[in-house]
């Protein structure tokens, strides 16, 4: 249902509050409604023949289209670049949905070490029943060399642009080159970013997943998952045969049957998941959860902006503590990834950053439970400050060798800056250390 035919003539703060929505034809409804229906009366028989037929767009049943949530896919789209754009019910959707639309029948799929626990633990579970391998790159930070681990059923090359949980940055414009040398696609997981801090379509992304649960909505209130693609990748047929597969249900007027490629020129992945796994698999974006991310995207860049700026402060205070071993943030001028910030984050690297717990596991965890201000829990980008031991909830699943491959030590403390007081986070912090060290 989202399409890029809404001309950008407004900057990224007008369209994050108004693309994709026409007041006059919902009423006059300043904010977009809620259209809480699970089926659309038809016109005539004629009109109902139509829709079936993707001779005519409109909505049918909100398994596979729905008002609200088509607002929220247009605003995405526009708001990345996008050509076209699907929401889903979850981030996991997301990532499963576009992977599995890209190796379907099997290849392989060469991603990042440095990715979220539960990715990598459905990496390990799922993928390899559906015929799909997974390679870890070797030299996802040495894009010349990436092309020695590609192989011939490689189908697509899978990132993170800031990685969860240690902000780590890839050079994402050279692994695009290298994808696209070898006729595959990039697939970039912008979940920490959010598209007002990197857009990846703009730096060689094919297609663009997120976690719309996190900053994207911001409010820890919702589950919610996004794909968009960006139009521009040709999808070969000698390499993804799927979308050229003809199908009954897509036939033209005169019966003929057509292909994916045929009925969506221009956005042939989000319109086969739409139509497929969508359709089929279920995982459907509630009206209602569509609705609380777009009130969360209205203060997308107010939002992300104070993060950044709060994170930042933390890493700076960390950096000077002597309980804390190293810390992990790009805009620190000692980080590894500070260049890359500086040339592709311009508005700041992220609300994520993480640090290492000098002292026994015992004192760690004192550290986490004497927190007041700090949300101990799982979720990041919310307006809420949180904090977690990252290796022992969200990337528990992992095993040691895993771990050490993603750069995941023990003492690892991950945090999400939120919304508060950075005066405030930093007290919450220090009266912590002390409890934990018995200072």
């Not at 297609?207 to 960006?230: D, M, P, Q, R, W």
């Not at 309980?323 to 001028?333: D, T």
């Not at 095993?399 to 939120?418: F, Q, V, Y």
């Amino acid at each position: 249902m989202a399409n890029n035919s809404e001309k950008k003539t407004y900057h990224f703060d007008t369209q994050r509050l108004r693309a994709g929505y026409e007041p006059k034809d919902h009423n006059y409804a300043v904010s977009v409604p809620i259209y809480q229906t699970a089926a659309y009366d038809f016109r005539d028989v004629k009109h109902a023949k139509a829709l079936f037929g993707l001779q005519e767009t409109g909505f049918l049943y909100t398994r596979i289209g729905n008002p609200t949530v088509n607002v929220l896919e247009q605003r995405a789209a526009v708001l990345d670049k996008a050509a076209g754009a699907i929401a889903l019910a979850s981030g996991m959707a997301a990532i499963s949905y576009a992977l599995l639309n890209i190796a379907e029948g099997g290849g392989r799929i060469l991603v990042s070490p440095y990715l979220y626990g539960g990715t990598i633990d459905s990496f390990k579970k799922l993928y390899h029943k559906f015929g799909i391998s997974i390679d870890y790159a070797e030299n996802i930070e040495n894009p010349e060399k990436l092309a020695d681990e590609i192989k011939p059923d490689t189908k697509a090359i899978f990132v993170e642009s800031i990685s969860n949980p240690s902000a780590v940055l890839l050079d994402i414009d050279a692994i695009a080159r290298v994808a696209h040398d070898h006729g595959i696609p990039l697939v970039v997981d912008n979940t920490v970013a959010t598209p007002y801090l990197f857009n990846p379509i703009e730096h060689g992304a094919d297609i663009v997943v997120y976690s719309a649960t996190k900053g994207f909505c911001g409010h820890g209130n919702v589950l919610a998952g996004l794909i968009l693609e960006s139009g521009k990748f040709n999808w070969r047929e000698d390499k993804f045969p799927q979308f050229y597969e003809k199908h009954y249900t897509l036939r033209d007027p005169d019966g003929n049957y057509r292909s994916f490629i045929e009925v969506f020129p221009e956005t042939p992945f989000t319109g086969r998941i739409r139509f497929t796994y969508l359709d089929f698999f279920g995982a459907v974006l509630s009206p209602f959860d569509a609705y609380l991310v777009l009130i969360g995207l209205e203060t997308l860049s107010e939002r992300v902006s104070k993060q950044v700026q709060n994170a930042k402060a933390l890493a700076e205070y960390l950096s000077n503590h002597e309980a804390v071993e190293w810390v992990r943030y790009p805009s620190l001028k000692d980080s590894p990834y500070y260049n890359l910030a500086e040339r592709d984050f311009k508005k700041g690297a992220g609300g994520i950053l993480a640090f290492g717990f000098k002292g026994t596991d015992a004192q760690r965890e004192t550290f986490l439970n004497s927190l007041e201000l700090f949300h101990y829990h799982v979720n990041i980008g919310d307006a809420r400050s949180l904090i977690v031991n990252s290796p022992q909830t969200t990337h528990s699943m992992l095993e040691p060798k895993e771990k050490e491959k993603a750069h995941i030590p023990e003492n690892l403390i991950r945090i999400s800056a939120g919304l508060e007081d950075i005066n405030d986070l930093i007290s919450d912090l220090e009266q912590a250390f002390k409890q934990a060290l018995h200072k």
